[in-house]
């Protein structure tokens, strides 16, 4: 890239913020971390902006989180997340502000937001990233993806600010609340006057969820192909109750109709993270292995001593789960 | 009614790690001859979403697909779902697009197909996992955007769109024409069936290069590229799998029970 490129007048690193009921969510605590680090290695500051109808008192907190400026628009209309209104406001925002990087959480809004505001400003966007670093000669943010469902890692830069990208929740270190005072935010006025919604949201609608949550689930037993069948699962569902275990499954398990489509676990179904994934005659499929990979501890019981996802396991057998299965939960019962 | 869905033809991304091998002068992962193309699953989704429309209320369904050398079997399948013509952009310039190149390619085709009421594409494709396909379209076309939809119901010029939130749903409206990409709560795709196979065997799809849709072969594919690829690499999982054996297969499971208590595991 070209010295002019370097000297731009695009300074800082802004956090795109996000608050739940109780505080910073905590994909912006982890950004304001990785952020932090981006701007230390550029020698600027981090900074955060945070958009809603009733926002500033959740702000205050980025400060103590390590953000050097905090920034908050308020307005009615930014009540709930609507395309048209954030895209005019945060793009109000970074004209103001000029930040040299912004980054997102690759969450409900900012995977919507994130490449919205990019293709309106006409600036490439990198998502789902879980690392971003400074290339130090050019000041380029180097922004590293998973594709093809994690079989591999791709890096991606770009010219043009900002510079931008969407990060993977718990793919960074949160920042830890320090001593320091929370710094009283700024307010930006932003005229949202002109802006026409195209998008009119009618309702919000939570469903509870029957039974442990996939998601939540701090174990779960998942089946694949090697179930051979919707007995198999049967048999799963037993497992499931004495480890207080969810129960997930496969594509291959949903496509035969094994299980419904809300248990799938991998790309095109839940991503999960649990303490401990037992995955029982499943081979491990790059689209599968993505929505379980992040699991502390993954448990592996499979026929096939090459199944690639011995290589992603921590502990395994190899065997006839059918064999397998009893002989484990009867010493498990057994041990107490 | 007129509806576009646009599809990506992908390496089947139920493979497995070893089925692949690192192409690293193209920054790529190449499928062996064992790995067979398929419609990105988001994407059938998007064609599925279509077609119930289509069920409903009658709907003309165009797919539309971008790429080289696209494997007939592959982008044919919509047809055979029921979809009514296919629109490939084909050319080598086209090869190595990002969501900018290949959004400009598609948002020019749906220009030129005309009179779309309503574009669907896939939430994101399973290989470059970006989720951004569908926003840059219509950007590009200046038409409003839905994203991650999971039930799409129209009529007369709104559509209804319920998007996939944590724990719920959001129902928002939104006037046609528009862009919605679907995500896999839609519910399963449908199965070709021998009627619309036999009917739609005989369709030719429209073959278009970069001129005939107004563009140059230096804004397509890689040279039309906004974000930079510097490289591939593949992440080495080796977690280092205690395999627990024993002189049985049910004494390994026992050791597998003993083992993960020590630990405590489980």
């Known amino acids: 890239m070209n010295g002019e490129k370097t000297t731009t007048e695009h300074k800082h690193v802004l956090v795109y913020g996000e608050v739940t009921d109780e505080g910073l969510a905590s994909i912006t605590k982890e950004l304001l971390n990785g952020g932090k680090e981006l701007a230390d290695a550029l020698g600027e500051e981090i900074h955060a902006v945070f958009m809603g109808d009733s926002v500033y008192d959740r702000a205050k907190e980025a400060g103590a989180f390590g953000a050097k400026k905090t920034y908050v628009v308020e307005d009615p209309t930014l009540g709930k997340y609507s395309g048209d209104t954030f895209v005019a406001c945060l793009g109000q925002v970074v004209e103001r502000l000029k930040p040299r990087i912004l980054i997102f959480g690759h969450s409900e809004v900012g995977a919507d937001l994130g490449p919205r505001l990019a293709f309106e400003l006409r600036q490439p966007i990198s998502t789902d990233c879980v690392s971003m670093e400074i290339k130090d000669d050019s000041k380029t943010l180097l922004r590293t993806k998973p594709v093809f469902g994690g079989l591999a890692m791709a890096l991606f830069a770009s010219e043009g600010f900002p510079q931008m990208a969407t990060v993977r929740a718990k793919s960074m270190t949160p920042a830890e609340k320090s001593g320091a005072d929370d710094r009283e935010p700024m307010r930006l006025d932003v005229d949202l006057g002109k802006v026409v919604e195209r998008v009119k949201v009618i309702d919000r609608v939570t469903e509870e969820a029957k039974g442990l949550k996939l998601e939540d689930a701090e174990v779960i037993v998942s089946g694949g192909r090697g179930m051979g069948g919707a007995d198999g699962f049967e048999a799963l569902k037993e497992m499931g109750k004495l480890v207080n275990g969810a129960i997930g499954g496969s594509r291959v398990a949903v496509d035969n109709g094994w299980i419904p489509t809300s248990l799938q676990v991998g790309l095109t179904g839940t991503i999960v993270a649990p303490r401990v994934y037992v995955a029982v005659g499943i081979s491990g499929a790059s689209q599968h292995m993505t929505g379980c990979a992040r699991s502390q501890r993954i448990i592996a019981i499979n026929k096939d001593s090459a199944a690639p996802i011995f290589k992603q396991a921590h502990f395994g057998v190899v065997g006839d789960w059918k064999t397998i299965l009893p002989a484990f939960m009867e010493k498990l019962k057994e041990l107490g | ?266």
């Open chain 2, 1 to 266: 009614m007129n509806i576009v869905v646009c599809i990506k033809e992908i390496f089947d991304p139920e493979a497995t790690a070893d089925s692949f091998r690192l192409d690293a002068a193209n920054k790529t992962l190449v499928g062996s001859s064992k790995v067979p193309k398929v419609v990105n699953p988001f994407d059938e989704q998007a064609v599925e979403a279509a077609l119930r429309i289509k069920d409903k209320m009658g709907a003309r369904v165009n797919v539309l697909s971008l790429g080289n050398n696209l494997d007939r079997v592959v982008v044919k399948k919509p047809v055979h779902m029921g979809a009514d013509e296919l629109f490939l952009l084909e050319d080598e310039s086209f090869l190595g697009s990002d969501s900018w190149s290949a959004a400009q390619a598609l948002a020019a085709a749906i220009r030129k197909i005309g009179d779309v009421d309503l574009v669907l594409c896939g939430r994101q494709a399973a290989d470059s996992n970006a989720g951004q396909t569908g926003l840059a379209i219509a950007s590009f076309l200046g038409l409003p955007c839905v994203t991650v939809a999971r039930k799409i119901e129209v009529s007369g010029d709104i559509a209804t769109v319920e998007r996939v939130i944590a724990n719920g749903y959001e129902s928002v409206e939104v006037r046609l024409p528009a862009v919605v990409t679907v995500s896999n709560e839609l519910g399963q795709a449908r199965y070709p069936s021998i009627k619309n196979i036999a009917k739609s065997n005989a369709l030719k799809p429209v073959l278009w290069k970069p001129a005939d849709i107004g563009l140059t072969p230096d804004i397509c594919g890689t040279q039309g590229r906004r974000l930079l690829a510097t490289k591939l690499f593949l992440p080495v999982f080796d977690t280092n799998c205690e395999i627990v054996g024993g002189e049985t297969v049910q004494e390994a499971a026992q050791n597998l029970a003993v083992r993960l208590r020590q630990e405590r595991i489980l």
